[in-house]
């Protein structure tokens, strides 16, 4: 649900292990891209353009039916942005077992043949070429992108499982995460990024109490905005270079949550001119309506689960290639340029009025009380109305009708 944020060199693997341990949760994407250049948004390719409206729209990767990759530095970045290191012979043997995974998955559960090439003869690195047609035959290209997405699943599986098994505590991965973004944001400012503003939070108690006594699901599982960031940039052209530069950096775009996009500040024809993407899906994957945000309230809003390595967190000797080294964590992303920032802080827009008509509905929610149908309560008086007077001598004893009374509890 949205709503306002409270103010607040190409090396070794060893050198790269290095930075793993000082950089924190995403410190492989950024050893490996550390001196990448970003492209300006007239350069983007189309597979970008797909990422940015997968993001936009809040739609799954499941549902793609082909990649757009064009490069084996591509494929490194993907494998990077999910918490790999192509580079290390550990991430290698786990990319395999997930792989291997995958494949019995799709023989001996759906039936689905898999290229022998696919399935284990061509280096792993090749396969997102393969999905996307740059390398192999169509049927290869078909088969290659079938097993990416039942690896994408079963890595989040497996991660999900690894991080009940671990003695970790939240407020540890969430500073891992922190550090992590903090030095990508600091890197971007002093490049000359657009960003003006960046902010995160950590979901207070009493806000998380609030929030589960608004929904409806009751489960602190499906508060998926624990871990915030916020970023205000300075115009709101430079929102989508701002996007894009983020899922090159730091969000995979497979693990955008999807269905949990609120979009109210791009107009995603603004990417047709790349080409119209034939993966854009029918299925209106649009979140819930925060009723508490204001009518005016304007913003780029996403869930995206981040793979956070804990080989640098816990002993080793509890990570195997069963279950990997990557445990996920949500977080929340707002995304606003400076002249909304400045309009969703007026009014009924402000963060002020949004806690206030959250509190009025918890208040609401705490208060209510059994109460009948209106026809019935209705009927009920029509009836007294019509009861006649009592005999002046009869006296009423006040308590002859006490089981029969609702009283209305109020705030006193």
């Known amino acids: ?23 924190g949760a995403f410190s492989v994407s950024e050893a490996l891209r550390r001196a990448e250049p970003e492209p300006e948004v007239a350069g983007l390719g189309l597979q970008d353009a797909n990422e940015l409206r997968l993001l936009l729209r809040g739609e799954s990767v499941v549902d793609w039916h082909r990649l757009d990759f064009e ?32 494949v019995d998955y799709l023989h001996n559960v759906l039936k689905f043949h898999v290229d022998e090439h696919v ?14 047609g740059t390398l192999g ?24 499982e690894l991080r009940t098994q671990l003695a970790l505590a939240d407020s540890e991965l969430f500073e891992s995460v922190e550090h992590s973004a903090l030095e990508i944001f600091d890197q971007l400012r002093a490049s000359g990024a657009p960003v003006v503003e960046f902010q995160w939070s950590r979901k207070t108690r009493g806000s ?48 955008v949550v999807p269905g949990q996009t609120v979009n109210t500040l791009v ?9 119209p993407s034939p993966l854009t899906t029918d299925e209106g994957r649009l979140p ?20 956070v390595r804990v ?9 195997d290639n069963a279950r990997g080294n990557v445990v996920f964590v949500l977080a929340e992303f707002q995304l606003i340029d400076r002249s909304t920032a400045r309009a969703n802080e007026e009014g009924e827009s402000s963060h002020v009025a949004y806690k206030t008509r959250q509190h009025a509905r918890v208040r609401e929610r705490l208060l209510r009380v059994p109460s009948e149908p209106k026809a019935k309560a209705s009927k009920k008086r029509r009836a007294r109305e019509a009861e006649p007077e009592p005999e002046p001598e009869a006296r009423v004893n006040p308590h002859a009708d006490l089981r029969g009374r609702v009283v209305q509890a109020d705030e006193s």
């Open 119 to 132: 399935a284990q003869g061509a280096p792993f690195i090749e396969l997102p070429l393969m999905a996307s």
């Open 208 to 255: 998380l109490l609030t929030k589960m006594l608004i929904k409806r699901e009751t489960s602190a599982a499906r508060v998926f905005d624990r871990l915030r960031f916020r970023l205000i940039v300075k115009h709101q052209e430079d929102l989508v270079p701002t996007l894009h530069t983020m899922l090159r950096k730091l969000i995979p775009f497979n693990y």
């Open 137 to 160: 035959t169509h049927k290869q290209q078909r088969g290659a992108c079938v097993l990416l997405k039942v690896m994408h699943i079963l890595h989040h599986l497996d991660a999900r």
């Open 267 to 275: 107009d995603l024809h603004e990417l047709e001119s790349l080409g």
């Open 1 to 23: 649900m949205t709503e306002p944020l409270e103010p607040p060199p190409s090396g070794t693997a060893t050198l790269e292990a290095e930075l793993s341990r000082k950089l």
């Open 71 to 102: 490069t084996e530095a591509d494929s490194r970045r993907l494998l990077a942005l999910n918490g790999f290191d192509w580079a290390d012979a550990g991430d290698r043997a786990r990319i395999e077992t997930l792989r291997g995974n995958a």
């Open 311 to 319: 080989d640098g967190l816990v002993e080793r000797s509890l990570l």
């Open 288 to 307: 819930d309506a925060n009723e508490f945000s204001g009518a005016n309230f304007r913003v780029i809003n996403f869930i995206a689960d981040l793979p």
